[in-house]
């Protein structure tokens, strides 16, 4: 992990944003033609993504698939290409020895991490516990006081759509868009209102219930019309909320494979210091696979990860049979019932009477007060977004925190309900808002002294040096400490970096000159919590 901040920070030292102000992921040395022949045996139409080895190569591809009758869509930040091709045998002849691209992969499918629904608590077979169970169980009220009722982080809802006219969201949305383009957000499955609730719904209103993450508001964004999306669909999702100044991404959804496009696009947001958080799936009973983009996002086995893949707890923390469980699940939160499909945590619905909850298959039961509707639900899906809402409290509290800095401190302050230490049934433990917001008080977020300098040797060597350097903190904080100390190594001046050696005590190394281009060299020293000083020591073109 603190090899992956260190290049990150060197590299945005640099960086130059984008006119949203967002920074383009470097995209230096991508591979070349991963996949190209994964397409080659379909004659008919197929969904493909396209990444590109450079920014500047996206125009030309775009322009070749629109020669095979394709109509593009281009992800700028992310150098990706997606659309859909009338022939993939086509496809591969075009870019079999196209030098532009780095790989082509199949558009896959990925589902809502949601199981049935619903019941009302106050007839017979309730639950017998407040419709507001989960808001209690993960300390939200204590972490609202502690961040003064809300946060100013926004959250992206990358999901089916939200109710913006719920009585519950009202001065809630802060912004919307469809992934296919346009601001319409209508939610005809009722799986976004239900995630959005669950952060932002309105308290003290005199209906419903009440969000955990409380006055903060939601950036919506409808990435599918059904129970199921693209892999496509998501990038541009995570690519759009991005741009529009999203802190945390929620992404109640999860798939059985992951794509180099998935990798892209969670890349991106780490290196625009957005957290992603991810339902860690629903098919534990069903051989339990790896889900993404979940598993991508956890650290193994309860280590740091660049975002948080969150499994489902029933009241009193005990864990679900349904959940995910794997070495990636980083902590957990509410998201079923006491027992069977009838209860869960508790939300708002969609006005629209086509929702899930409105299947005559399910076994939900849909109530509503003055006009509004309301439910319970069952799901990973439903844990994430209360991760998600706590985050963005703990954030507020400490609004120096990096991304993966906030998914540490709620991995570090959960509350273990399933034996002790890390197991992949609850992670770390539950969601513990009073916790996580205390922690984040006295975190260290303040990156040792600057150390390093650099001398030419000859044409093709420089020398560098870090002295040791001695952690630091602001009074009434923890100290982080435990220095790693690296060199990074650019081959294209300055855009993007790679360690080039790390190690736990200062250092000396002789770092070769390489490629016809000027390389760049930084030093990096990093505390324990991943705060990273970094110094550029110059920039040399060989001779």
């Given at each position: ?80 290409v ?10 591969a ?31 017979p ?53 469809d ?35 409380g ?52 890349q ?73 499909c ?24 849909v ?154 060299i930084?030093?990096a020293v ?18």
């Open positions: 992990m603190i090899d992956d901040v260190a290049v990150r920070e060197a590299t945005r030292t640099g960086a130059t944003a984008s006119a949203s102000g967002a920074l383009p992921l470097p995209l230096t040395g991508a591979a070349r033609g991963m996949g190209v022949s994964s397409v080659a045996g379909t004659p008919g139409a197929v969904r493909v993504l396209v990444g590109a080895r450079s920014r500047r190569a996206l125009p030309a591809l775009a322009a070749r698939l629109r020669r095979l009758g394709a109509r593009p869509r281009v992800l700028p930040l992310s150098g990706i997606s659309a859909r091709v009338p022939s993939g045998a086509a496809l002849r075009a870019l079999r020895s196209d030098r532009r691209v780095a790989y082509v992969e199949r558009d896959r499918t990925v589902r809502l991490a949601a199981d049935p629904f619903d019941s009302l608590d106050v007839t077979g309730g639950s017998g516990i407040k419709y507001t169970w989960a808001y209690d169980e993960v300390g939200a009220a204590a972490a609202l006081v502690a961040a003064g009722g809300g946060s100013t982080r926004r959250v992206a809802v990358v999901d089916t759509g939200v109710d913006v006219n719920h009585p519950e969201l009202a001065g809630r949305i802060a912004a919307t868009y992934v296919s383009g346009g601001s319409s957000v209508r939610d005809v499955v009722g799986h976004g209102t239900f995630v959005a609730g669950l952060m932002a719904a309105v308290d003290g209103n005199g209906v419903g219930g009440k969000g955990v993450a006055n903060t508001r939601i950036i919506a964004v409808r990435t599918a019309k059904s129970e199921s999306t693209t892999v496509g669909r998501i990038a541009r999702a995570i690519e759009l909320s991005v741009r529009r100044g999203a802190s945390i991404v929620n992404m109640s959804l999860s798939g059985p494979s992951f794509s180099m496009t998935q990798l892209r696009a969670l991106l947001a780490f290196y625009n210091d957005v957290l992603p958080v991810a339902a860690a799936g629903n098919q534990g009973l069903n051989g339990n696979p790896l889900e993404f983009p979940a598993a991508a996002l956890g650290g193994t086995r309860g280590r740091r990860g660049i975002g948080l893949s969150v499994t489902a707890t029933r009241p009193g923390g005990g864990s679900t049979g349904f959940s995910a469980h794997n070495d990636y699940v980083s902590l957990a939160a509410p998201g079923a019932g006491p027992g069977g009838e209860l869960g945590v508790f939300s708002i619905l969609p006005a629209n009477r086509s929702s899930d909850w409105d299947d005559p298959l399910s076994c939900s039961r109530f509503s007060q003055t006009g509004a509707r309301f439910a319970y639900g069952e799901g990973t899906s439903f844990a994430a977004p209360l991760a998600s809402g706590i985050a963005a409290l703990v954030w507020q509290v400490q609004p120096r925190l990096k991304s993966e800095q906030v998914a540490h401190v709620l991995i570090r302050s959960a509350r273990q309900t399933v034996g002790r230490g890390w197991n992949e049934r609850t992670g770390a433990g539950i969601v513990d808002g009073a916790a996580a917001t205390a922690l984040a008080r006295v975190y260290d977020v303040t990156p040792p002294p600057r150390r390093g300098s650099a001398s030419r040797r000859d044409g093709t060597h420089v020398a560098v040096r870090i002295a040791r350097a001695r952690d630091r903190t602001r009074s009434g904080r923890e100290l982080a400490n435990r220095l790693t100390y690296a060199v990074l190594v650019s081959r294209d001046g300055g855009r993007s970096f790679r360690v080039a050696l790390r190690r736990r005590k200062p250092l000396r190394h002789v770092v070769s000159l390489k490629g016809g281009r000027t390389n760049a930084a030093a990093c505390d324990r919590n991943a705060n990273c000083a970094i110094r550029r020591l110059g920039r040399y073109r060989p001779y």
